[in-house]
């Protein structure tokens, strides 16, 4: 079965760090490039990072850029993303998402709390 | 960097209706334009890539069209269970900007 599952969300307090993991499975996963998106409660869907099937190309929306890296590990068939210095406007659900063309592949998510 | 710009941000119509969503690029973007469904507490979910091409298992009474800047997903006759957001995405680079979304709700 093809899945994303990812895991590491939770409660931090503003300036704090976490890091999230998406654990793959079902597909040929370095072949695939790599995505997090987000969505804040109520709001709508926000790319944030985007990483090539060999890692040699990432890409930040401005609004993390600087705070937060994307990595992956194609032989643990996982992504990573290390979210340091958050706010309270990075409350929200983080998804990861497998893109072949358009992103054919999402997990279920992540929910991340900042708030002291 | 490319904005997306769809409307309305929200319509209600009855069931059995033909509902039509617009979906703006600030620039040029070919057909690298997708469309997902998001169901209220769901995961979303790819409908419609290429502009046109349906995704496998998607219905037909959804259908999508469109190049450059002007994209449009249509439902030819709208279902309860077509309640949801409805998002527009470009991926003609990394940065695969979300339109705003259009919720969807049945009169």
């Known amino acids: 079965e093809v899945q994303l599952v990812e895991s590491g969300g939770g409660l931090v307090q503003p300036g704090g760090s976490l890091r999230l993991s998406c654990a793959a499975s079902g597909f040929t996963f370095n072949t695939y490039s790599m995505n997090w998106v987000r969505q804040a409660p109520g709001k709508g869907l926000e790319w944030i990072s985007y990483?090539?099937?060999?890692?040699?190309?990432?890409y930040y929306a401005d609004s993390v850029k600087g705070r937060f890296t994307i990595s992956r590990d194609n032989a643990k068939n996982s992504l990573y993303l290390q979210m340091n210095s958050l706010r309270g406007e990075d409350t929200a659900v983080y998804y990861c998402?497998?893109?072949?063309?358009?992103?054919?592949?999402w997990g279920r998510g992540t929910l991340v709390t900042v708030s002291s | 960097d490319i904005q997306m710009t769809q409307s309305p941000s929200s319509l209600s119509a009855s069931v059995g209706d033909r509902v039509t969503i617009t979906c703006r690029a600030s620039?040029?973007?070919?057909?690298?334009l997708a469309w997902y469904q998001q169901k209220p507490g769901k995961v979303p979910k790819l409908l419609i890539y290429?502009?046109?091409t349906l995704q496998s298992g998607v219905p037909s009474r959804f259908s999508g069209s469109g190049s450059g800047t002007d994209f449009t997903l249509t439902i030819s006759s709208l279902q309860p269970e077509d309640v949801a957001t409805y998002y527009c995405q470009k991926y003609d680079s990394a940065l695969a900007t979300f339109g705003q979304g259009t919720k969807v709700e049945i009169k």
């Open positions: 620039q040029g973007i070919s057909n690298y």
């Open positions: 990483i090539s099937g060999g890692s040699s190309n990432k």
């Open positions: 290429a502009a046109s």
């Open positions: 998402a497998a893109r072949f063309d358009a992103f054919h592949i």
